[in-house]
C-alpha cells in the first residue's frame, strides 16, 4: 500500500503521511492487489458475515484486505458500523419511473450517516500514528461521526461548523458525544483551508475528505452493496453531492472489484446536486477543465452547501471511468423526493433524497432508461435534520405537494370514526 498524488503521480516515501502532495495535489492510497485469490477474498468476506464481537463484524472492517491490510487489529476503532440495509420500494419505483430501484441506507449507521464508513478508518489510521487529537469541517454528518469515534478511541475531537445553514441537530449530537465545537462566521471551504494550514502546528489530525484514509473506508459502501446483490451490481449508481468524497469511493471502490474480478462490467455514477450549490455540475454543463467554486452557496439539503468541493478532480475521475453523469435539482423536487422516501418508510435527510430527484429528472430527460436498474445512496437519518421535516409537513411551505399536516380532533369514537371510516 502506497500513497499516490492524483496530480503529479508522485509516491510519497515510505512511512510519511501528508494531506496533500508538494504539488498541492490529493493523494490517494494504490493497492497491490495482485497478491489475492479473489475466489478466496470472497469466501472469507463472507464468513466474516457471522462474526460478532470482533472488529470484522464491521461491514467496514470485513474487507480489511482492501482497505487497510497493514493496520494492527488493535489500532481498529469500530462501532461495527456498515451492515446497513439495501431495500426496494414499489412506492419509489411508481415515483421515479424506473423498473427496479435499490436504497442504500447509510442512514442506519451508529451515528446516522455514511461518514462512519469512513471516519473507522480515518480514526484508526490516525490512532495508529499516535494522534489524540482529531479534527473537522463540518455541515454537521462529518462532525457527528468524528466526535463518536474520537470518543470511543479516547480521544479529544475539535470542530468547526459554519454558523449559519446548517442543521442544529447534528450539532447537538456533535456536542453529546464531547467534541468541542467552534461556529465560526465562515463556510466549509473557509475551514477546510484553515485546517490544511494549521493542523500541524496544533498536533491534530485532519479527518475531512482531503484524507485519504476516509476514502478507503466509505469504499466499502459498494463492496456491501455488491456482496448484498451477489455481486452483480445495477446498471447506475447514484449519489449526492457535496463535498464529493462519496462520488471519489464509490469510482475507487468500483475499480477495485472491477481489477479484483468481483463484477464484470462498471456501473455508470450519476452525481445529483442542489441547484444552489452546484460548482461541480455546472463545471461539466459548462465543459469547463476547472472548477469554479462558489463563495455563498444556499440550499435546504444543508450536507450538500458546499461551495467548493475539495475532492472534485478524485470524483471527476469517478465520472470519467463509469461514463456517468452529474444533474442538479431543485429543494422543492429534494424536499418532495424526500416526502416519498420517508412515507415508504425508510427514511432519510434531505441531502440523501437528492438522489431519488436526481433519478426521476434522469429518467425523464431519457439519461437514464425506465428498464434500468439504479442503486440510490442514502446518506443520512431522517431525524438529522428536523427542521426540514417542520417546514416541509408543519411550516410555511406552499410547495409541499405531499404535506401530512396534524389532524386536531376530540377523543371521541364520532370524531375519531370521521377521519378513519
Known amino acids: 500500500m502506497k500513497l499516490v498524488c492524483i496530480d503529479c503521480g508522485e509516491e510519497l516515501s515510505s512511512g510519511k503521511f501528508e494531506y496533500n502532495c508538494?504539488?498541492?495535489?490529493?493523494?490517494?492510497?494504490?493497492?497491490?492487489?495482485?497478491?489475492?485469490?479473489?475466489?478466496?477474498?470472497?469466501?472469507?468476506?463472507?464468513?466474516?458475515?457471522?462474526d460478532r464481537m470482533t472488529p470484522y463484524a464491521s461491514g467496514v472492517w470485513r474487507y480489511k484486505e482492501l482497505i487497510f491490510p497493514e493496520l494492527p487489529d488493535d489500532c481498529i476503532v469500530t462501532k461495527y458500523e456498515g451492515n446497513t440495509g439495501l431495500y426496494s420500494s414499489k412506492l419509489l419505483q411508481e415515483y421515479t419511473g424506473v423498473r427496479k430501484v435499490y436504497l442504500k441506507a447509510q442512514s442506519e449507521n451508529p451515528s446516522g450517516s455514511f461518514k462512519d464508513n469512513g471516519m473507522t478508518v480515518a480514526v484508526s489510521h490516525g490512532k495508529s500514528l499516535g494522534y489524540k487529537k482529531f479534527t473537522c469541517t463540518s455541515t454537521g454528518n462529518t462532525s457527528s461521526s468524528l466526535a463518536m469515534y474520537a470518543s470511543i478511541a479516547g480521544a479529544d475531537s475539535?470542530?468547526?461548523?459554519?454558523?449559519?445553514?446548517?442543521?442544529?441537530?447534528?450539532?447537538?449530537?456533535?456536542?453529546?458525544?464531547?467534541?468541542?465545537?467552534?461556529?465560526?462566521?465562515?463556510?466549509?471551504?473557509?475551514?477546510?483551508?484553515?485546517?490544511?494550514?494549521?493542523?500541524?502546528?496544533l498536533g491534530l489530525y485532519i479527518c475531512n475528505s482531503v484524507n485519504p484514509f476516509r476514502i478507503e473506508g466509505q469504499k466499502s459502501i459498494i463492496y456491501e452493496a455488491a456482496q448484498y446483490?451477489?455481486?452483480?451490481?445495477?446498471?447506475?449508481?447514484?449519489?449526492?453531492?457535496?463535498?464529493?468524497?462519496?462520488?471519489?469511493?464509490?469510482?475507487?471502490?468500483?475499480?477495485?472489484?472491477?481489477?479484483?474480478?468481483?463484477?464484470?462490467?462498471?456501473?455508470?455514477?450519476?452525481?445529483?446536486?442542489?441547484?444552489?450549490?452546484?460548482?461541480?455540475?455546472?463545471?461539466?454543463?459548462?465543459?469547463?477543465?476547472?472548477?469554479?467554486?462558489?463563495?455563498?452557496?444556499?440550499t435546504r439539503a444543508s450536507a450538500l452547501n458546499i461551495g467548493n468541493p475539495p475532492s472534485w478532480k478524485k470524483a471527476l475521475k469517478t465520472l470519467t471511468q463509469t461514463k456517468g453523469v452529474t444533474i442538479?435539482?431543485?429543494?422543492?423536487?429534494?424536499?418532495?423526493?424526500?416526502?416519498?422516501?420517508?412515507?415508504?418508510?425508510?427514511?432519510?435527510?434531505?441531502?440523501?433524497?437528492?438522489?431519488?430527484?436526481?433519478?426521476?429528472?434522469?429518467?425523464?430527460?431519457?439519461?437514464?432508461?425506465?428498464?434500468?436498474?439504479?442503486?440510490?445512496?442514502?446518506?443520512?437519518?431522517?431525524?438529522?435534520?428536523?427542521?426540514?421535516?417542520?417546514?416541509?409537513?408543519?411550516?410555511?411551505?406552499?410547495?409541499?405537494?405531499?404535506?401530512?399536516?396534524?389532524?386536531?380532533?376530540?377523543?371521541?369514537?364520532?370524531?375519531?370514526?370521521?377521519f378513519i371510516l
Open 328 to 418: 442538479s435539482v431543485t429543494d422543492e423536487e429534494i424536499l418532495d423526493a424526500k416526502a416519498v422516501i420517508d412515507k415508504s418508510g425508510i427514511g432519510c435527510e434531505p441531502a440523501s433524497a437528492a438522489t431519488i430527484a436526481g433519478l426521476r429528472n434522469l429518467i425523464s430527460q431519457k439519461v437514464i432508461d425506465k428498464d434500468e436498474s439504479v442503486l440510490c445512496i442514502l446518506t443520512g437519518n431522517i431525524l438529522k435534520d428536523t427542521d426540514a421535516l417542520n417546514y416541509y409537513h408543519l411550516g410555511e411551505s406552499t410547495a409541499s405537494t405531499l404535506k401530512n399536516t396534524l389532524q386536531e380532533a376530540d377523543l371521541t369514537f364520532n370524531s375519531i370514526k370521521e
Open 22 to 50: 508538494k504539488c498541492s495535489g490529493l493523494l490517494d492510497v494504490v493497492h497491490d492487489f495482485k497478491k489475492y485469490d479473489s475466489e478466496l477474498l470472497k469466501r472469507l468476506f463472507t464468513e466474516r458475515l457471522s
Open 229 to 298: 446483490l451477489s455481486w452483480k451490481l445495477p446498471e447506475w449508481i447514484i449519489v449526492p453531492g457535496g463535498a464529493l468524497s462519496n462520488a471519489t469511493a464509490l469510482g475507487k471502490g468500483l475499480q477495485d472489484l472491477f481489477m479484483l474480478g468481483f463484477i464484470d462490467k462498471m456501473p455508470k455514477v450519476a452525481v445529483v446536486q442542489a441547484e444552489g450549490a452546484s460548482p461541480f455540475h455546472k463545471m461539466l454543463a459548462q465543459k469547463k477543465q476547472e472548477l469554479t467554486p462558489e463563495r455563498y452557496p444556499y
Open 158 to 201: 475539535y470542530v468547526f461548523v459554519p454558523n449559519k445553514d446548517i442543521s442544529l441537530n447534528k450539532v447537538l449530537q456533535t456536542l453529546a458525544y464531547g467534541a468541542k465545537v467552534f461556529s465560526v462566521d465562515r463556510n466549509y471551504d473557509d475551514g477546510i483551508q484553515f485546517l490544511e494550514r494549521h493542523s500541524s502546528d
